[in-house]
């Protein structure tokens, strides 16, 4: 008998989350390939994982056999839809078949329809930018969700528009690799009215669907918290990245800095909150940073900090993010939450620390439905290629071997007991044994 467990409410969900480009291989026909073959990119994504070439049973197998009751994985647009006015059934058809091989191994499906890729010609047309773009996204939401219908009814219509919006139009570092801030803003707005469409558009084929966004929540908590430069700059930045798209789906009001706009289209227009989390930002004003409307970022100066220093382990962060996320009143769905970490050193203490957060947050009511873990097995992280390592299962890229790491041993012991316990964390992290369960 373990000293202290701490057990999760019956039915809870718990998963990975994974991404089309990240794990098919060969998508050839999107803005990622050419993105990643004009140089952009630390490697390409190549193979990837193999799924489309089928390894992707061998992977469901893998998170079935350890107790993983869910998944949520991407469709590719540019597949299914690889020229404007083509269908490719037989896509469709490959997609049935996953999800159906989801179902089969008993596992609840999550389905996102844009996770940072789309089509070439949709980019030729003008990408986001376009007026046209909510329509043309609408239209391959509800092509979609009528042929997948029977395999899934949770829907997420975008991943992260705010990092997608930011990294290709701000940061320059997704593609088209703009950086022009009034340009991002339009993104923005077009990106609320295409959800705002594609909400539409599944309900219509699909009365029990549950749609919704994947929201990346990031604390931004000023650097020095005594000057109000800083105090301005971190709220001016968290009222963008954190509140614009959620407040948009809510009352149908995109607040950009200087004006409001109305999208009444898009009020009510979301059934659940998809929370993701990896860490929290502080802040500081900067003059230089115009581009970056004055915002440097970095981490605590003590952060515990992962293998290439991209993800800090800040687990209150993660509780805030959760309290942030209640007040729409909506369910919750943690969509994604992990760390890259090749030698999966700080992974298992991450892994129990932010599980607990999830856990604290439960027992106040909160309505949180399920945690999806990133990721399953290590994955292309678009511009940095296959340097960082977010798998519970290590990845040979030239062989495809995959390797259990210790993390998926103690995901496994959290999802097949629907628990926590303080001999899990004694076994798999001992160094922060002390925190989370004080004799
Ligand atoms: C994205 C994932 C990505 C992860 C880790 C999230 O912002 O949704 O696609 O792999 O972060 O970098």
Not at 230 to 240: H, L, N
Request: charged share 25%; glycine share 8%.
């Amino acid at each position: 008998m373990a000293r202290a467990t701490i057990q999760f409410p019956r039915g809870f969900l718990w998963g990975n989350a994974t991404a089309a480009h990240q794990v098919e291989g060969n998508n050839t026909n999107n803005n990622w390939y050419a993105w990643e073959e004009a140089g952009h990119t630390e490697h390409k994504s190549g193979l990837a994982c193999d799924w489309w070439g089928g390894r992707w049973k061998e992977d469901f197998d893998r998170a079935a056999e350890t107790g993983q009751n869910a998944h949520r994985l991407s469709v590719e647009w540019s597949r299914i839809q690889p020229e404007k006015d083509r269908w490719d059934e037989g896509a469709l058809d490959r997609y049935r078949e996953m999800l159906r091989g989801l179902k089969e191994r008993n596992m609840t499906t999550m389905v996102t329809l844009h996770h940072f890729t789309e089509p070439l010609w949709f980019g030729e047309l003008g990408g986001w930018e376009s007026d046209e773009a909510a329509q043309l996204f609408a239209d391959f939401a509800h092509k979609t969700v009528s042929a997948l219908k029977e395999y899934a009814n949770l829907w997420v219509t975008i991943n992260e528009p705010n990092v997608y919006a930011y990294s290709g139009y701000s940061a320059g570092v997704f593609p088209p690799g703009k950086k022009d801030v009034m340009v991002a803003f339009n993104v923005m707005v077009n990106l609320v009215r295409g959800h705002a469409l594609a909400y539409k558009a599944i309900h219509e084929v699909q009365h029990e669907a549950r749609v919704g966004l994947a929201h990346q929540y990031r604390p931004m908590s000023p650097k020095n918290p005594k000057s109000p430069l800083d105090r301005w700059v971190a709220k001016t930045q968290s009222g963008i990245f954190n509140d614009l798209f959620p407040r948009a789906v809510t009352d149908g009001k995109v607040k950009l800095l200087w004006k409001t706009i109305n999208i009444p289209e898009a009020a009510g227009t979301q059934d659940f909150m998809g929370l993701n989390y990896y860490s929290r930002d502080f802040v500081n004003f900067d003059i230089k940073m115009a581009a970056e409307l004055f915002g440097f970022h970095s981490y605590a100066d003590d952060a515990d900090l992962s293998g290439t220093g991209f993800i800090s382990n800040d687990p209150e962060g993660f509780f805030e993010s959760l309290r942030w996320a209640q007040r729409f009143d909506k369910d919750i769905i943690i969509t994604e939450n992990g760390v890259e970490d090749a030698d999966d050193e700080m992974r298992p203490r991450y892994l129990a620390q932010h599980i607990e957060q999830v856990w604290r947050a439960v027992n106040f009511g909160w309505r949180i439905k399920g945690y999806f873990h990133w990721s399953l097995v290590d994955n292309f992280e678009w511009e940095r290629g296959w340097t960082q390592r977010f798998g519970l299962w290590e990845l040979d890229v030239e062989t495809q071997k995959r390797r259990k790491r210790k993390s998926a041993d103690f995901f496994e012991e959290i999802c097949k007991t629907n628990s926590l316990s303080s001999e899990m964390v004694k076994k798999y992290c001992p160094e922060v044994s002390d925190k989370l369960f004080p004799d």
